[in-house]
């Protein structure tokens, strides 16, 4: 029963924890980069463990296998066709997941330091550039066509993410903040979303093939990605990397420094934790919103995470309020909405049901941003409608 705006309970529920631990996983994450505690060299030092933290969101995404599989257990949740193809011999191979974690993986680190280096609500962003390479990409390998209102928007979104680059460096008053770092870390975030961008066209040329829960599949690349990093994270003990670590070793990354310090702040073990749950719940909750309401809705949704990170990160006085940003940001979500194609078939839509009084024709009523039941309609393939944005990335 409709109790907000069409959304049933469920779907109002599903979309405010999708926000809410959305926030969190970037949030926390942020949280643990700013803080200090004593290591393996009894010395006070930050947390510049971005690999560790990328593998504590595998971790996250390992706990998606686990829903899935009490789901399947209960029969709630997945249909005979999944059920079929995934315990009947599988139906696939699991390493067709190897390449998607493997991107994962890479672009998830990049995203990590780059995060450690510039502002909360920059990196939240930035992410937005992977509209640009996932066009660009699904042209040259999905055979897509690109109309002059996307192109519109992906203008719009280089634009709004030069815009939001510009005031990073030009108005950076943070004295804990190198210049040069934001710039590096503002330039890491984009390059990580061409990998994101690899994944998301790999997933849907080759996953989107097979019949798979897509808690399932992000349960396989969670997998993949927390042994195969945890793995590295060994050799990576053994590498000096010399100015571009922080740490006092300046090992590339130390997870047994890492660990040192979780036992001695517990802010440090609350942000980790909370990192790890946060990415679970998101990919839960982001998953049932695609599936119950709609591919676009997730994106808005995705867009309002942005707000609440950049109002937290003012209030918690994580970085100084830069008018300029508003701009860049708006900008932003122009883009999105242009190549998404939400606000004109929103604002057209509106005009006909709510002001003209008239019902839409059949192939518009497909999709609703402010839906009804669409469970029934949906496929049962890991992703239901292309999504321009990151498959699994709460951060």
């Keep these: 029963m409709p109790v907000c705006g069409g959304w049933t309970f469920r779907q109002l529920v599903l979309a405010i924890v999708m926000v809410i631990t959305?926030?969190?996983?970037?949030?926390?994450?942020?949280?643990?980069?700013?803080?200090?505690?004593?290591?393996?060299?009894?010395?006070?030092?930050?947390f510049d463990h971005p690999f560790f933290q990328a593998v504590g969101m595998f971790l996250?995404?390992?706990?998606?296998?686990v829903v899935f599989l009490v789901m399947y257990c209960s029969g709630r949740g997945v249909t005979n066709r999944q059920r079929d193809a995934n315990y009947c011999g599988l139906g696939y191979n699991p390493l067709i997941f190897l390449p998607a974690s493997l991107c994962d993986m890479t672009g998830t680190s990049l995203m990590y330091i780059g995060l450690n280096l510039t502002y909360a609500s920059s990196f939240q962003m930035l992410r937005g550039a992977v509209i640009i390479f996932t066009a660009l990409?699904?042209?040259?390998f999905l055979g897509r066509t690109i109309r002059a209102q996307m192109w519109i928007g992906i203008v719009s979104v280089i634009v709004g993410l030069a815009v939001v680059g510009v005031s990073d460096i030009i108005f950076n008053t943070d004295k804990n903040k190198d210049t040069n770092g934001i710039i590096a870390g503002d330039l890491l975030i984009i390059m990580a979303q061409i990998i994101v961008a690899v994944q998301m066209v790999y997933e849907e040329r080759v996953i989107n093939r097979f019949t798979i829960h897509p808690l399932e599949a992000v349960g396989w690349e969670g997998i993949f990605g927390f042994v195969l990093l945890g793995l590295l994270l060994i050799p990576f003990f053994h590498i000096d990397a010399g100015a571009f670590s922080e740490l006092p070793t300046h090992k590339l990354d130390d997870a047994?420094?890492?660990?040192?310090?979780?036992?001695?702040?517990?802010?440090i073990?609350?942000?980790?934790?909370?990192?790890?749950?946060?990415?679970?719940?998101f990919n839960f909750a982001g998953i049932s919103v695609t599936r119950e309401i709609s591919a676009t809705t997730r994106m808005v949704l995705d867009s309002?995470?942005?707000?609440?990170?950049?109002?937290?990160?003012l209030a918690l006085d994580w970085q100084k309020f830069i008018p300029l940003q508003i701009l860049g940001f708006v900008v932003l979500i122009i883009g999105m909405m242009?190549?998404?194609?939400i606000g004109i078939q929103f604002i057209r839509r509106t005009i006909m049901t709510r002001v003209l009084r008239?019902?839409?024709p059949p192939d518009e009523d497909q999709e609703r941003l402010i839906p009804e039941d669409n469970a029934n309609r949906r496929g049962g393939n890991i992703q239901e409608e292309p999504q321009p944005g990151p498959s699994n990335a709460a951060i």
């Design 22 to 46: 959305g926030s969190i996983n970037t949030l926390s994450t942020k949280w643990a980069d700013r803080e200090t505690a004593l290591g393996t060299a009894e010395k006070p030092h930050g």
């Design 256 to 267: 047994i420094d890492a660990f040192h310090q979780l036992g001695q702040n517990w802010q």
């Design 358 to 360: 008239r019902p839409l």
């Design 60 to 65: 996250g995404e390992m706990m998606c296998m």
């Design 338 to 341: 242009l190549y998404n194609d």
């Design 137 to 140: 990409l699904s042209v040259a």
């Design 304 to 313: 309002v995470r942005t707000i609440i990170i950049w109002v937290a990160a």
């Design 269 to 281: 073990l609350t942000a980790t934790l909370g990192n790890i749950f946060s990415i679970a719940f």
